[in-house]
Structures are given as structure tokens and as C-alpha cells.
């Protein structure tokens, strides 16, 4: 029987455990990436690791996010970043040469290797034929330090796609109806792999924005073969010297598969507040849209921005909507620039954006109050935007650039397409490799980690918080210009933890000491923001129980000591009410993967399962990662 492109790259990969779907497994770690956002906690847990350069083929650091610079924070991180790189031996983006999975789609990302990102949205490099998994920072601190990521052993899915899209359809209508179809929990521990004659339409942009939003469906990663369309991508960056053919054996066996003809595909829209919460275009035609923005590391491609400005040359943006361009890289931004796009878009009456996350995350360019925005983004969870009452559709650059012209959502297909490029700009000189001579600056704001608790025997507390199902990491750990310049100050960014659930949160948990999170399925879905654990476990939560955990979350969970419990029998969340006081026994933790927890107010017992392996076991117990590796080098 033969293996499927996973397989391939797991087996060549693999430090430990056996390829037997659900068991635990490690594998080798060529690279990592890191973002602005979630890389200084990242380097200030590789600065306790006790290494002098990384062990990775490549690291990179990237600042995309904060470049948002209304006080010194974020200036301030940036600093650190780099110097803290030019020390560890890791490459540094510096801000303005782009969007991290962008500009390592273009530059760095490899067929057959691994890709460990501190981004959700690492798979962007499946699209090359990269095993490329997103998590928290202290696992790609871990892989830079030498360590192997452990992860469960995923299933594979087989998405085939036949045909070829018709005009005016794109590679994002084609992930928003395999979110339709999986939905934003389908793809959890498994692995999203795409075949058929259909890939042969695609390019490497394209495929890299269905493997980017693979992450929505709250998939390990997803994948593309490597083959003719990724070695004249990898030409016209200059790295042909990087190209390895590799594809999925004929008589491999898939654990589900699903069959998309193209050609029949119609463009669609993610309504508010979800991604798999879809609709064909056609059925919202009637809707008045405000804002349109186009970009993010989905669909900031120059391929996109050429796309877009095929419909709206010679036409002028709707006189009600704001128009928004995103370039995802310094070298898209100089590619159409020279090839006469950005022309266009300015004088269609477009904003041209920096290249950077920006309104993605709630940095810049938040809607009016009740405002319906069209963005090519990737999450339209409630209140990312930075405005809470604004209805956020996800739509294709196509769908997007129409509705700007209309005034309503739409999509228009006739239009002239631009012939593509022979080839790339290529400029690094944004990109600084690493000297070893640099000392770390630390600027005021950038505060050393807090002492974390072991756990305890015997977990008493309130339930501080009862949550709904698909509980988002933005939910938790909000984003945005507010919220991000503090990410490398536990202290004050934990006062945003729950905000938008509960203001008083903080609060609440600092009396409380010691507290409980119980939630329905999903929690913790979305960014890989590991702040999401460590700000909670810093205001004392020590267990969440819930239906069911993204896996991300869940290991940052882990990492930082939280407690992940799962109910047993669903129906028992039902049982437990906001400010019940549980009772938890975890003293025979190792021996029984099941628990009993006593509600005290209620006088019943739930039972729940940890389905934590030894090691994991050991961590929490210690506290957190950091605080197993310290006392493990003590011994």
C-alpha cells in the first residue's frame, strides 16, 4: 500500500512514536517563523532554553503585525526582535518587507520540508508542498532550541478537485466550500491533502490561499503535491536550486474523501461571525457594502492584486464604499508598481495600505458602526475588526473589487485579464541575516515571565466563566492596536483577558485566586496566540473543561500549565452553572485518564478525561513547559 504526501514527509521526519493515526508522534523541524505579535514571548522562552545559536536549517523572524506605532511599544519590540535574531543566529524581516507567510511563500519556503510557524496561518506554505504547521511560540522556541514537535498523528483528507474554475471564480470560493463542507471544526488532527486534474489550473498564490485558510477548518495543515506549477513559481523567484517533484503514491489510502468539480463552483461569501458560514454571492447581491478591503497572507498575492485591478480599471470605487489595498510583500508592492497596477487602484480612488496584517488583526481600517465590510481576510470573528457591531463577509478579490464599483455585493466576470510576469522582482535587502555580534536591547515595556504555579493536588474553585461553543483565541486574548503593543507585558495585557465577555474579568479572577473556565466545543479555534494561555494561567485559571479543544490551544494550554479537561458525556456541561464551585482530584492524574469532578454546589460528580500522555502530564504538573525544562536540567 502506498503512503500519502503526509506520510512522506512525516516519515522522513519522524523522531518518535509510530505512524498510527491518533498516537503521539515527533517529528524534525527544518524551519521556523516567527511573527512581531507572538515572536518576543517567543525569543524571551528561547532566551531560558539556554542555546547560543538555533539548530534549524532556517529560522526567520518577522515583524508584520504591530507596525502600528502610535507610542514606543511596538518600536520598542521591533528593536529587540532584531538584535535578539542578529544574537541567535535567525533571519529578521524587517517591517515593510511584508507579510510573514507571503514573503516565505516567495523567498524561503521548501518542498518536503517542515515548517514550524508561531502564526496560525503557517500552512500558506502547504502550497508548496511544505508540511507546515502552525502553534503556540513555545514550541517553535523548542524546534529552534533543537527539540522535536510533538503532535498527534494525523488523518488524512483527500480533497479532489476537478476541472477548471470559470471566470470570475478563484481559489477562495474553492476553501470556502470546503469549509462549508468540513466546517471550522472538521479538520481537527488531520491533515487537508488536494489532488486531481484541477491543481493543474491552480497556481502556487492559489493554492497558498486554500492551504492558508486550511487553518479555519482547524486543521494540523494542509497540502499541495510539488510539480511543474511550483517549479516555474520557485523559477521565477530564482530558487529553482529548491524544487523537489513530490506527490501522493496512486494506491495510497485516505481516511476521508471529498470530490469539488471546479466547474460548478459559484462564488461565494462567509457570512458574520464565522468562516463556514457560507453563501453563494449571488443570494446577497442585495446588500450595501461600506468598506472593501483586499489583502492579508490569503489573497495579497500579486496574482490577486492583478486580478483586482483587471475590474476596476477605468472604473472609480463606489462613491459610499472605502476601498483598502493590502500588497502582501515588498516586492508585490514593487511589482505593481512598475508594472502599472498600483495606477490604477489610485486612480480608481483606492487607499494603498502598508504591507502588513493591519486590519486583519484590528490594527487600522475598522468599519463605521454597523457596517457591512467585504474582506479577502481569512476570520470574520466577532468584534476582529475592531468594531463590534460591523458585519464582516469573506469574499474572493474578485467578489471583493466588484462590490467596491457596485455598491453591493457582487461579482462581475467580464473582464480582461493582464498577462503574468515571466518573473519576480527579487530584493532582500529587507531581510537581515544574523552576524552574531548584536547585544539585546530590551526596551520598558518587554518584562521577564512570571514564576508559574505547579499544579495542585486537589483543583477548588469557582467557575468564573461559562462559554458557548467555537469560543475563539480573539475571544480569550483579543487583538488589535489596543491590546497588541503589550504582548511582551504580561502584567497589562492581561487586562483584556474575556473583555469582551466579561470587563470585569480581571478583576473577578484576582479575587477569586484560583478559578475554573468551562466552555462548549472548539475552544480556543483560531490564532495560535499562546498569550490566550499564559494571560489566564497568570490571573489563576487552573483547569478548563469543554467539550472539545482546538488543538493549538490546547497544547499552549499545556505549555503554560492550564489543565485541559473534556467532558465525557457532553450532556454534562448542562450541569455546571457560572460561579459553581468544582472540586477536582488530580493527585492520580498518571494512572486514570478519566477524573471526577464533584460539584460542590450542585452535590453531583461529571465525569471528564484528560487524554494527556505522561509527558504532557509531567509538564502541568511542574507548572508549564519552561518550568519542566528548568528543573529537568536541575537534576
Known amino acids: 500500500m502506498g503512503h500519502t504526501l503526509t506520510e512522506k514527509i512525516i516519515s522522513k521526519h519522524l523522531l518518535s512514536g509510530q505512524m498510527i493515526k491518533g498516537e503521539n508522534i515527533s ?44 507610542g514606543f511599544e511596538n518600536a520598542d519590540d521591533h528593536k529587540y526582535l532584531q538584535t535578539v535574531a542578529d544574537k541567535f543566529g535567525i533571519y529578521f ?15 524561503f519556503s521548501k518542498p518536503g520540508k517542515t515548517l514550524l510557524g508561531s502564526d496560525s496561518h503557517t500552512p500558506t506554505s502547504g502550497g508548496m508542498g511544505m508540511l507546515a504547521i502552525g502553534a503556540g511560540g513555545l514550541d517553535v522556541a523548542l524546534a529552534m532550541a533543537g527539540q522535536g514537535f510533538s503532535l498527534v498523528m494525523p488523518k ?33 488532527n488531520k491533515v487537508v491533502e488536494y489532488s486531481g486534474d484541477g491543481i493543474k489550473s491552480l497556481s502556487v498564490p492559489e493554492r497558498a490561499t486554500i492551504t492558508n485558510m486550511g487553518a479555519e477548518l482547524g486543521a494540523t495543515t494542509s497540502i499541495f503535491p510539488s510539480d511543474e506549477i511550483t517549479y516555474e513559481f520557485l523559477k521565477m523567484q530564482k530558487r529553482e536550486k529548491d524544487f523537489e517533484a513530490l506527490e501522493a503514491d496512486k494506491d495510497c489510502v485516505y481516511d476521508e474523501k471529498y470530490i469539488i468539480d471546479l466547474a460548478e463552483l459559484k462564488p461565494l461569501a462567509a457570512k458574520p461571525h464565522s468562516p463556514d458560514s457560507i453563501a453563494r454571492v449571488e443570494d446577497l447581491k442585495d446588500i450595501k457594502v461600506d468598506q472593501v478591503l483586499i489583502g492579508s497572507c490569503t489573497n495579497s498575492s500579486y496574482y490577486d492584486l492583478m486580478k483586482a485591478a483587471c475590474i476596476i480599471k477605468d472604473k472609480k470605487v463606489h462613491k459610499d464604499v472605502s476601498l483598502g489595498i493590502v500588497p502582501g510583500s515588498k516586492q508585490v508592492l514593487e511589482m505593481i508598481t512598475k508594472d502599472g497596477i498600483l495606477e490604477i487602484f489610485i486612480k480608481a480612488g483606492a487607499r494603498i495600505l502598508e504591507s502588513a496584517c493591519g486590519a486583519c488583526i484590528g490594527m487600522g ?96 474553585n469557582e ?75 497568570y490571573l489563576g485559571v487552573k483547569a478548563v473543561i469543554a467539550k472539545s ?41 498518571l494512572e486514570n485518564k478519566n477524573l471526577i469532578i464533584k460539584n460542590v454546589s450542585k452535590n453531583i460528580n461529571i465525569e ?28
Open 549 to 589: 479543544f482546538a488543538r493549538i490551544h490546547r497544547k499552549n494550554l499545556i505549555n503554560f500549565g492550564i489543565l485541559p479537561l473534556v467532558f465525557v458525556n457532553e450532556k454534562d456541561y448542562d450541569k455546571i452553572s457560572q460561579k459553581d464551585i468544582l472540586e477536582i482530584n488530580t493527585k492520580d492524574i
Open 93 to 107: 524581516s524587517k517591517a515593510g518587507n511584508g507579510i510573514c507567510h507571503q514573503v516565505h511563500l516567495e523567498r
Open 156 to 188: 488524512v483528507v483527500n480533497i479532489e478537485l476537478k476541472n477548471r474554475l470559470k471566470k470570475g471564480v478563484s481559489a477562495k470560493d474553492i476553501i470556502l466550500e470546503v469549509l462549508r463542507i468540513l466546517t471550522v471544526k472538521g479538520g481537527v
Open 365 to 460: 481600517m475598522s468599519p463605521a458602526t454597523d457596517a457591512v465590510s467585504l474582506r479577502t481576510f481569512n476570520r470574520n470573528f466577532y468584534g476582529r475588526s475592531g468594531t463590534l457591531s460591523a458585519k464582516v463577509y469573506l469574499v474572493s478579490p474578485e467578489t471583493a473589487i466588484s462590490s467596491a464599483i457596485s455598491g453591493v455585493i457582487s461579482n462581475d466576470p467580464n473582464f480582461n485579464e493582464m498577462p503574468m510576469p515571466k518573473e519576480f522582482l527579487i530584493d532582500d535587502a529587507m531581510i537581515i541575516a544574523p552576524t552574531f555580534k548584536d547585544a539585546v536591547v530590551r526596551g520598558p515595556n518587554i518584562k521577564p515571565l512570571f514564576d508559574a504555579e505547579a499544579l495542585d493536588d486537589i483543583i477548588k
Open 27 to 70: 517529528i524534525k523541524i527544518d524551519q521556523t517563523l516567527t511573527q512581531d505579535a507572538t515572536g518576543t514571548m517567543a525569543y524571551l522562552e528561547l532566551e531560558q532554553l539556554g542555546i547560543t545559536k538555533v539548530k534549524t536549517e532556517l529560522s526567520v523572524s518577522y515583524v508584520d503585525h504591530n507596525t502600528l506605532q502610535s
Open 463 to 537: 467557575v468564573i466563566l461559562k462559554l458557548e461553543d467555537n469560543i475563539t483565541t480573539d475571544d480569550i486574548m483579543p487583538a488589535g492596536s489596543k491590546v497588541l503593543p503589550y504582548r511582551s507585558n504580561i502584567d497589562k495585557i492581561s487586562e483584556f483577558v474575556f473583555n469582551t465577555k466579561d470587563l470585569n474579568f480581571k478583576k473577578r479572577a484576582m479575587e477569586l485566586k484560583g478559578s475554573i473556565v468551562v466552555a462548549g466545543q472548539n475552544y480556543g479555534q483560531g490564532s495560535s496566540r499562546e498569550h490566550a494561555a499564559i494571560a489566564p494561567k
Open 608 to 635: 471528564v478525561m484528560h487524554n494527556l500522555d505522561a509527558n504532557e502530564i509531567a509538564i502541568i504538573k511542574e507548572g508549564g513547559m519552561l518550568k519542566f525544562i528548568k528543573n529537568l536540567n536541575k537534576r
